[in-house]
């Protein structure tokens, strides 16, 4: 699996956020000059970050984005369905059952929901706060 430039600069960008997260408001310019990003593109994906319950915008002078959730509750699972939508290898895992032919005899769709169970644990159970201290980490 393949993730787009809209779930790596998602990320990117929330793990920006969580890192200034002090800093009560960042904005798109801010996050782009640091991480060397399109301040456009990023412009296009903060609206589903919202919409997901991820960040909050605030107006006007001096505004931008923060975190909506603390970095503890917010997991890169949340971050990348936000953008990028369900996380799975092959659409087959998502169609029910009378939906394949193949469906009584296909092995195969065992692999790709087992691929796509272990994905979706992995990415659940990491969150802003984990990434920070990483972060803190290779700084030190």
Known sequence: ??????????????????????????????????????????????????????????????GGYRLARS???????????????DLIPVECVLTSDKECSREDSCVVKYVWKKVTDSINETVDNITLADMVKQYQEIKA
């Open 1 to 62: 699996m393949k993730l787009s430039t809209k779930g790596q600069y998602s990320l990117k960008a929330m793990v920006d956020l969580a890192i200034h997260y002090s800093d009560d408001v960042v904005t798109i310019s801010q996050i782009a000059s640091r991480q060397g990003m399109s301040e456009s593109y990023l412009e296009q994906l903060f609206p589903k970050l919202r919409k997901a319950g991820l960040v909050e915008s605030v107006r006007g002078a001096g």
């Open 71 to 85: 970095l503890e509750s917010v997991s890169v699972g949340d971050i990348l369905r936000a953008a990028e939508g």
